[in-house]
């Protein structure tokens, strides 16, 4: 079902001149369209002389990622990025990107066109790829991603005005594409703006979910003018992710809160690759998805034997309690803050089920019992033998309605003539008695007794 309401990409902001004149580009309300949110000033930190780029790139540090890596690097698993293209021509992507595809019918064929209607779109899916799966360069330079030796499908959407195939349409097939192609992880950095979702996302993500893939989504932000968190980030099954600023505090402006958030991480201060090859500066749930996307990957590889639902347990589990008293699922930092090394490292028990519930039973009680396409129908009831009926009564003979009928005759007249006659005797006799009494009385006076 064609979604109308208009659809924002979660968010990937450069902090330079030309993307902050793409801010003020807005798509008809009826088209899919990225909204990104404002960038503040690039970092003032000091970098390291050394490695500049991974210096910038706090959350390796403070969020156990780099530790996780004494255990594992994310290989043998797979990462779909389902955005607006992966660029090519990229030494630190090129290795990682093993496959791909476009869904738009207007990009290549291997999801290696970055798309969009203006510069901010376009870059959008290759920060995505950078964060979670980046290689770096020689010599430890460079960016470098969550999981650098996972492997990543590159599976490429029309935003905005770019494509003519419905959003939607585009969203499920990818989802079938990416399954279909081995991925163990897909990464979903955009929200379409409003809670609900069309059918056709009813069976794709089932589908995904069947088949033992982790789905991720992001929150959105309010900067970009999510004040809600909005589809796919409120579907059953999937893992969602809000965002933090640097010292760990729900990010007011890179981050939408809601009951549907699983965990939070980084969203402000981020770093990403441009299809330029430039490393930009960036805001927004669009980078702290892969960044526990890229996590889920190094969950995976360390634990090939753990199903998605106990990959999804284990990060919301091993999470750091957030900066605040809470009561369980927390609206702003969900179950809190994402720990990579816990996550890979921790005894976690497992579970029956996923803990982000279950989609399945959600189209059963929301979809009248319609769960997919490929559902086997329900076997056809026994037939069951019923006795005939008694052959009816021959119906009345028509009368006239003067002339009384046998019932009439029982049940009105008889009763009627009874009492008529009845009432004719009494009357009879008192009229003899009376003149009887009279009689007497008179041959009484003549004879004078």
Same mark, same amino acid.
């Given at each position: ?94 290795? /990682?990107?093993?496959? +791909?595809?476009?869904?738009? &019918?207007?990009? !290549?064929? $291997? #999801? @290696?066109?970055?798309? %969009? ?115 796919? /980030?409120?579907?059953? +099954?999937?893992?969602?992710? &809000?965002?933090? !600023?640097? $010292? #760990? @505090?729900?990010?007011? %402006? ?196």
């Amino acid at each position: 079902m064609l979604i109308a309401l208009a659809l924002a990409c979660v968010i990937a902001l450069p902090a330079s001149a030309s993307a902050q004149a793409d801010v003020e580009q807005q798509a008809p309300a009826s088209t899919p369209s990225p909204t990104p949110s404002p960038s503040p000033s690039p970092d003032d930190e000091e970098e390291d002389e050394e490695d500049p780029e991974r210096a910038r790139e706090y959350w390796l540090e403070e969020y156990g990622i780099a530790d996780a890596w004494e255990t594992t690097r994310g290989e043998g698993v797979r990462i779909a990025v389902i955005d607006s293209g992966v660029a090519s021509d990229i030494p630190e992507l090129d290795d /990682a990107v093993v496959g +791909g595809a476009d869904m738009s &019918g207007v990009g !290549d064929p $291997e #999801g @290696r066109m970055p798309l %969009g209607d203006n510069a901010l779109t376009r870059s959008h899916g290759t920060y995505v790829a950078s964060v979670a799966a980046s290689r770096g360069l020689p010599d430890d330079a460079g960016m470098i991603g969550v999981a650098p030796e996972a492997e990543v499908l590159a599976i490429s959407l029309g935003f905005g005005s770019v494509s003519e195939v419905p959003f939607s349409d585009q969203v499920a097939d990818a989802i079938h594409w990416a399954v279909d192609n081995g991925a163990d992880v897909i990464n979903l950095s955009f929200t379409i703006n409003q809670p609900t979702w069309g059918e056709s996302w009813d069976e794709a993500f089932l589908y995904a979910m069947e088949h033992d893939v982790v789905v991720i989504a992001a929150a959105g932000n309010r900067d970009s003018g999510t004040n809600i968190v909005g589809a796919p /980030a409120t579907m059953p +099954g999937v893992l969602v992710v &809000g965002g933090v !600023d640097r $010292e #760990g @505090r729900a990010s007011q %402006g890179a981050s939408t809160q809601g009951v549907t958030i699983g965990v939070t991480a980084p969203s402000e201060h981020l770093r990403g690759i441009s299809p330029s090859g430039q490393v930009n500066e960036w805001n927004g749930t669009s980078g702290a998805a892969p960044i526990v996307s890229g996590i889920a990957a190094l969950v995976r590889s360390a634990h090939p034997d753990l199903d998605a639902g106990n990959v999804i347990n284990r990060i919301l589990q091993t999470a750091s309690p957030p900066p605040r008293e809470y009561d369980g699922r927390d609206p702003l930092y969900g179950f809190g803050l994402v720990d990579a090394q816990a996550a890979v490292e921790a005894d976690v028990e497992a579970v029956d089920k996923n803990p982000a519930q279950e989609l399945r039973q959600w189209i059963t009680l929301n979809r009248s019992g319609e769960i997919s396409n490929d559902a086997e129908p329900a076997p056809a009831p026994e037939p069951v033998e019923i006795p005939a009926l008694p052959p009816p009564d021959p119906p009345a003979e028509a009368g006239s309605p003067l002339v009384p009928s046998s019932d009439s005759l029982r049940e009105v007249t008889l009763p009627l003539v009874a009492l008529s006659v009845a009432g004719i005797l009494i009357v009879l006799g008192v009229v003899a008695v009376s003149r009887r009494i009279r009689s007497v009385r008179a041959q009484h006076a003549r004879t004078g007794s």
